[in-house]
C-alpha cells in the first residue's frame, strides 16, 4: 500500500514537472516578425472638396476675365491732405 | 507706386498658402460662400475681417490686439479732441458728422498696414495676401503720412535734402517708431500724440547729448530749452484753411485745403507738458480755419482762439549742420526764423497769444 502511495505521489510529480515544461517551451517565441520596410501606404479616402475661393484667387487669368472694372472717381479734393 | 489692377489687388500667391495664415480656410476669416459663381461665392463676403469685428488677429495675437484699438492709428482720437477743444457740446453731433465723413478713413486695422495698401490708394494686397511682418515703408506709412512726414524725411522738396536718417542711415520708419509704440498708445497721449513720454527719443541712440562727456558746448548750454528739431530740422510743411463738404455732383465727401507752403519758424512749446519741458519748439501751421465745418453748421469752431493754429512740430529732415546752427548768431537776433507776430494772420493772433515770440533772443556780442 504504501509503495503504491510512493509510486503515485512520484507519478503525479512527474505529470506536474512535464506540464510545467511544456508551458514554459510554448511562451518562448519562435521566430521573430519581420519589420517594415516601407512606409504604411496612405488609405484611400474621399476627395478633399474644392476651394472654389483659392482656385479663382490663385488663377491670374481667370481674375483678369471676371474683375469688374473700377469705376473711375474724380475726386473734388483740391491741395494737400 | 501706380495703383494696382483690379485683378492684381485680390491675387493670391502659392507661398501664402503654404503660411501660417494660410492654413486658416478663406471662409473663416471672410465669410462668403464655397461656390464656383462668384456672385454667390461673395453673398456676405468679409472683405476686411477686422474692420468687421469678426476678426481673428485677437487669437493669436490678444497681447496686441488688447491695446491696438485704444491707439491713435486705430481709434484717431486725437482728431476728435482737436476739433472739440475748438468748440462747444453741442456743436459736437455735427463735428462728429464731418468727422464721420472726413477723417475717419484714416484710420487703419491690421490689414491696413500687414496686408494691404492703404484704402485711399486703392488698397490691394502688399504681397500676395502673405502677412508682411514689417511694412514698407513707402507703401503703407508715407502712403498716409506723406505731405508732412513722408516728403520731408525722404527728401522731395526741392533744394531740401532728405532727413539723415534716411539719406544716411537708410533708417525705415519702424528704425525708430517700433511695433510696439504704433500699436499701442499710452493712456496720457491718446488725444494728443505729443503728451506722452517721448517715443521715440533722439537721446535713445544719441545718449551722449546734453551729458558730462558732450563734445558738443551748444547741447550743454541750451539744455532742454530747445527741442532737438530747433537746431537740427531745415524747412517743413505747413497748410492752410482746409474745408469740407459733400459734393452736389457725386454725394462723396471732399476738402480744399487753400495753401500748402515750407516754413522754418521757432516758437514757444504750446504744451505744458513735463515730457516736453523746451521753451522753444519749431512750428507748423495746421489747416484748421474757423470755417472748416461750417458745411455742417454755422459757428461750429466758436472757442477757436483756445487752440494754436501754429502746433508744436517734429519735422523729419533732420540734418547735422543747419543753417540756423551754423553759429550763435545764426539763430541769436535773427527774427526770420522765430514767429513773431507779423507772420501771423490778423485773425489768427489771439489763437496763438501763447506761442509768439515776443522778443527775439539777443545777438551774442563777438560771435
Redesign the interface.
Known amino acids: 500500500m504504501n509503495k503504491m502511495r510512493i509510486w503515485l505521489v512520484m507519478l503525479t510529480g512527474l505529470i506536474i514537472l512535464l506540464t510545467g515544461c511544456a508551458r514554459a517551451t510554448q511562451s518562448v517565441p519562435t521566430a521573430t516578425l519581420p519589420l517594415p520596410t516601407q512606409p504604411p501606404v496612405p488609405t484611400a479616402t474621399a476627395q478633399p ?6 482656385e ?3 488663377d ?1 487669368d481667370r ?2 476675365q ?5 469705376e473711375e ?9 | 507706386m501706380a495703383p494696382l489692377e483690379p485683378w492684381e489687388k485680390v491675387l493670391v500667391s502659392a507661398s501664402f498658402l503654404e503660411s501660417t495664415h494660410g492654413q486658416f480656410t478663406c471662409v473663416q476669416c471672410h465669410g462668403g460662400t464655397q461656390s464656383p459663381d462668384k456672385d454667390t461665392a461673395h453673398t456676405d463676403l468679409i472683405a476686411n475681417p477686422y474692420t468687421d469685428s469678426v476678426g481673428r488677429c485677437d487669437r493669436c495675437h490678444a497681447e496686441i490686439m488688447a491695446n491696438f484699438p485704444d491707439s491713435l492709428h486705430a481709434s484717431l482720437s486725437g482728431y476728435p479732441v482737436a476739433m472739440q477743444s475748438r468748440s462747444v457740446p453741442e456743436n459736437h453731433p455735427a463735428l462728429q458728422e464731418a468727422y464721420n465723413n472726413h477723417c475717419s478713413k484714416c484710420h487703419s486695422s491690421c490689414t491696413d498696414c500687414h496686408i494691404t495698401q492703404p484704402q485711399h490708394l486703392g488698397g490691394g494686397f502688399l504681397d500676395g495676401h502673405n502677412f508682411v511682418k514689417t511694412p514698407p515703408m513707402t507703401r503703407t506709412c508715407t502712403a498716409c503720412h506723406g505731405t508732412r512726414v513722408g516728403d520731408e524725411y525722404l527728401g522731395k522738396h526741392e533744394d531740401i535734402p532728405g532727413d539723415v536718417h534716411f539719406r544716411v542711415g537708410r533708417m525705415n520708419c519702424v528704425a525708430c517708431h517700433s511695433g510696439e509704440s504704433l500699436h499701442n498708445t499710452p493712456p496720457d497721449a491718446r488725444g494728443n500724440r505729443y503728451w506722452g513720454e517721448q517715443s521715440p527719443a533722439c537721446t535713445t541712440c544719441h545718449t551722449t547729448v546734453g551729458q558730462k562727456d558732450d563734445p558738443i558746448l551748444q547741447h550743454t548750454i541750451h539744455g532742454e530749452k530747445l527741442s532737438c528739431q530747433v537746431c537740427h530740422s531745415v524747412s517743413y510743411t505747413s497748410c492752410d484753411g482746409c474745408h469740407v463738404a459733400i459734393s452736389e455732383k457725386t454725394g462723396l465727401p471732399f476738402f480744399r485745403t487753400e495753401a500748402t507752403y515750407l516754413t522754418f519758424f521757432i516758437g514757444r512749446n504750446p504744451l505744458d507738458n513735463e515730457n516736453r519741458p523746451y521753451e522753444y519748439v519749431p512750428l507748423r501751421h495746421v489747416p484748421v480755419a474757423p470755417t472748416s465745418y461750417q458745411y455742417y453748421g454755422e459757428n461750429l469752431l466758436p472757442n477757436f482762439d483756445l487752440r494754436p493754429t501754429w502746433m508744436y512740430a517734429t519735422p523729419h529732415n533732420i540734418q547735422r549742420k543747419t543753417p540756423q546752427n551754423q553759429s550763435c548768431n545764426s539763430c541769436h537776433g535773427n527774427a526770420e526764423i522765430f514767429l513773431t507776430a507779423d507772420k501771423v494772420k490778423p485773425e489768427e493772433l489771439n489763437a496763438n497769444r501763447r506761442v509768439i515770440v515776443e522778443e527775439v533772443p539777443a545777438p551774442i556780442p563777438g560771435q
Open positions: 472638396q474644392v476651394n472654389y475661393c483659392v479663382c484667387h490663385t491670374k481674375l483678369i471676371t474683375a469688374k472694372p473700377e472717381v474724380i475726386s473734388e479734393s483740391e491741395g494737400a491732405g
